[in-house]
């Protein structure tokens, strides 16, 4: 299997969501560059993200944020070693724009295309240089909590994912908007809630922890955003007082970072000791309570928890330039044919090797 240095800077682009991202590593994946529009404005009225609506705006402004990246990175197109873009899971009409944009540069500049697993994305940051001093080996657990992922991954290496548990219904970053939006924060809620939270009181409602004990590592929020709406339909009508929506906050909070730590808990023991490193990625992971929770759940199995700087924990484009650098270096790259995928699991048999052309 050929291994080793690119030959030339890659460019990564993110299109899978709400976030049109854009950036550019050298062959040894430090930054050169990087941008991230958030399309937060343009979905908030809607109290959630319109699929057409993203699709539009990745449209309207990737080709420019392509060009000011590169512009500030110093590469000239013609120098690049790859070029790279999520390709799936994601939202259909975005995931089409971004591999469209990355598969016209590949072809006018003769560049290697990868077709980005965003999930893969975010399981590798971690490994960027620089990140966590002494760098990080496989195997590690991974546990991925955001707006559309809930999941423990075993990360054995790059292409090499078991998914151990995951969501069987709502994400926990989802669960965190709709609470969110219950108590009347607008969206997404979670980063409001936990503000709303810290004022309250985590011990006032006893909301139920859904899944906890069970003997896997599977995971459930749509009960506890229902309990979560019962009991704002039981107060008094009118507006709720800011007490009781804190209150309600920091004990919907304090329930789902017990339910993470828990059933992180059970995702350890079921890595059997081959790791002894937590990495957590998503959105949510920007919430101190949850942070706290898993690290004292990761020490108790003697394990040492890590977590990007939040602005690469939450969807962004050096995750990808980074997971396509990781996949260069071991000689794969994808067919210009690669066709977006808007359902794509880890442990998808075609994430190992080079997707050949098939046309
Ligand atoms: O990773 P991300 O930016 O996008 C994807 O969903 O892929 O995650 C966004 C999610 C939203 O659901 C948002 O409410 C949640 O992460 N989130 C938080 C916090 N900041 C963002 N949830 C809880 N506490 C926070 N501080
Ligand atoms: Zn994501």
Redesign the pocket.
């Known amino acids: 299997m050929p291994t080793g240095r690119l030959s030339g800077p890659i460019l990564g682009i993110e299109s899978s969501?709400d976030e049109t991202a854009c950036a550019v590593l050298d062959a040894d994946g430090r930054i050169l560059a990087e941008a991230v529009l958030s399309q937060e404005a343009e979905h908030a009225p809607y109290g959630g993200v319109v699929p057409e609506i993203a699709a539009r705006a990745h449209l309207a402004h990737l080709p420019d944020l392509v060009r000011r990246v590169m512009g500030q990175a110093g590469v000239g197109y013609a120098e690049l070693g790859g070029v790279a873009a999520s390709a799936g899971p994601g939202l259909i009409g975005g995931l089409i724009v971004g591999t469209g944009v990355a598969k016209g540069i590949a072809l006018a500049h003769g560049t290697p295309f990868v077709a980005v697993n965003h999930l893969e994305a975010h399981a590798l940051t971690v490994r960027l240089p620089g990140l966590v001093e002494d760098g990080v080996a496989f195997p590690y657990l991974l546990l991925l909590v955001?707006?559309?992922?809930c999941q423990c991954v075993a990360v054995d290496g790059v292409g090499r994912y078991r998914k151990l548990g995951g969501t069987v219904d709502d994400a926990a970053?989802?669960a965190?908007?709709k609470v969110g939006k219950l108590l009347g924060l607008g969206w997404?809620?979670?980063?409001a809630?936990?503000r709303l939270a810290s004022g309250g009181d985590g011990a006032r409602y006893a909301f139920p922890r859904p899944m906890k004990g069970r003997d896997n590592c599977d995971f459930s929020f749509s009960g506890l955003k229902t309990a979560v709406a019962m009991e704002v339909s039981r107060q008094p009508p009118g507006p709720l007082p800011h007490q009781v929506a804190a209150d309600i906050a920091a004990s919907f909070q304090r329930a789902v970072a017990e339910v993470l730590a828990e059933r992180t808990g059970r995702a350890i023991a079921m890595m059997g000791g081959a790791s002894d490193l937590l990495v957590v990625a998503?959105?949510?992971a920007?919430?101190a309570t949850i942070r706290a929770a898993l690290e004292i759940e990761a020490a108790r199995h003697g394990y040492r928890m890590v977590a990007p700087p939040i602005r690469l924990?939450?969807?962004n484009a050096v995750m990808v330039a980074w997971a396509a650098l990781e996949r260069l270096r071991l000689g794969w790259s994808d067919g210009l044919d690669f066709a977006p995928r808007p359902r794509w699991p880890l442990d998808a048999p075609d994430m190992i090797g080079e997707r050949l052309v098939t046309g």
């Open positions: 969501c955001s707006g559309g992922h970053g989802e965190f908007d997404p809620g979670g980063p809630l936990e998503g959105g949510v920007a919430n924990c939450t969807d």
